[in-house]
């Protein structure tokens, strides 16, 4: 860890839960860092704030950016009281811990609708691998039908922050996202749950959602061995999904496009997730590709018993326009539709065939 002390040289934008900032830092650089509201409070140009620079010293991927740990101000007094309500902390046990009112906890007012609340009645929950597939998923479901309610369960296998996903805020703006829960220690969403059972059922049970999205936030591990990555958290969720009686629908990570083979035609992420991790059967939605891909996917999911262990839907959408993405811009590892296609229709195709899941359709 690397913490470094600085000075605010410019507010570039704000939201209403997230600030980034232009910083001059006293070792000599400068650069732009992240400040979350509900962690250290609202910044000014002149602060000195506290900064978190090891991801950007390791050239990890935050986008180059450094985090707020603490703002100076005045240097004397409160520097942040802002009680939420609740007793629930967030970022537990360490420095920056926060209290929420967790849509369990006594004090919420859902919290007669989540003592109640014991099953999924089967809604179909979409468990993602990676961030960049919640909006695309939601973009197809929407597409098959607006009306759907759709709700973002966020859990804390990758970024913990949910206010640092342009794409998750801009999906809520353009209405592709009805709501969004943030699950375990991650925190930020419109409802705060104390892990993904709670987060899924009050998906459901309190912002009466059609369909789920259980998916890690911006981010993902990986480190090259079988189980040391945050694709391992999709195998949980399906889990999670299949023990609280609902349906669980799994979004394949698929590339043509990318270079390191592990992640070639279905990326390891997804294949441990499904051959090792879940213990319940998942349905898994294939895109129409070109013959010679679709044969390499079919290949390597039979060889890790996918076909045997979970049901196989095959998706043909009979156009190659994409759903309508309400100007909600994705990008995967810096690739687009026209990159990497197989990616997009991977998630499209199970966002589908969850709102075909939603209106009662049987596969």
């Known amino acids: 860890m690397r913490l470094v002390w600085a000075g605010v040289t410019g507010v570039l934008n704000a939201g209403t839960d997230v600030q980034h900032l232009s910083v001059a830092l006293d070792d000599g650089g400068d650069g732009v860092a992240l400040n979350y509201l509900a962690l250290a409070g609202s ?70 609708t989540m003592v109640r609340a014991d099953t999924l009645s089967g809604m179909p929950v979409v468990c993602c691998g990676l961030h960049s597939q919640v909006p695309l998923v939601a973009a197809a479901a929407k597409a098959t039908d607006p ?44 409802l705060e749950a104390v892990n993904l059972y709670s987060g899924l059922l009050a998906a459901r049970c309190v912002v009466a959602a059609d369909i789920a999205i259980a998916a890690i936030g911006p981010g993902v591990v990986g480190t090259a061995t079988p189980y040391g990555h945050g694709g391992v958290a999709q ?23 990318d270079t390191r083979e592990r992640h070639r ?57 994409q759903p309508d993405l309400r100007g909600v811009a994705v990008r995967t ?16 195709a199970a966002g589908e065939v969850a709102a075909r899941l939603a209106k009662g359709e049987i596969l």
């Open 265 to 321: 035609a279905v990326s390891h992420h997804s294949l441990a997730a499904l051959g090792r991790i879940a213990l319940a059967p998942a349905v898994v939605p294939l895109p129409s590709l070109p013959d010679e891909f679709a044969e390499q996917v079919d290949e390597v999911l039979r060889a890790w018993g996918v076909f045997e262990r979970h049901h196989a839907v095959r998706v043909a959408r009979g156009s190659s326009a």
């Open 235 to 257: 195998g949980e969720a399906i889990n999670a999904v299949a023990a609280l009686g609902g349906t669980p629908v799994a979004c394949l990570r698929m590339s043509f496009a």
């Open 147 to 190: 009306a759907l309610r759709i709700a973002y369960c966020m859990t804390d296998s990758a970024s913990l922050a949910l206010a640092l996903s342009d794409v998750a805020r801009t999906s809520v703006e353009a209405g592709l996202l009805d709501a969004t829960v943030t699950c375990g220690q991650a925190f930020g969403g419109q």
């Open 43 to 112: 910044c000014a140009t002149g602060d000195r704030v506290l900064l978190n620079t090891t991801a950007v010293g390791l050239a990890l991927g935050t986008g180059g950016k450094h985090f707020v740990v603490a703002r100076l101000g005045e240097g004397r007094g409160v520097a942040l009281d802002e009680p939420s309500g609740g007793h629930i902390m967030k970022l537990r046990y360490t420095p920056l811990q926060r209290d929420v009112v967790a849509v369990e906890s006594p004090e919420s007012p859902h919290h007669e």
């Open 333 to 348: 590892m810096g690739r687009s539709f026209g990159d990497d296609p197989a990616f997009f229709e991977a998630a499209f």
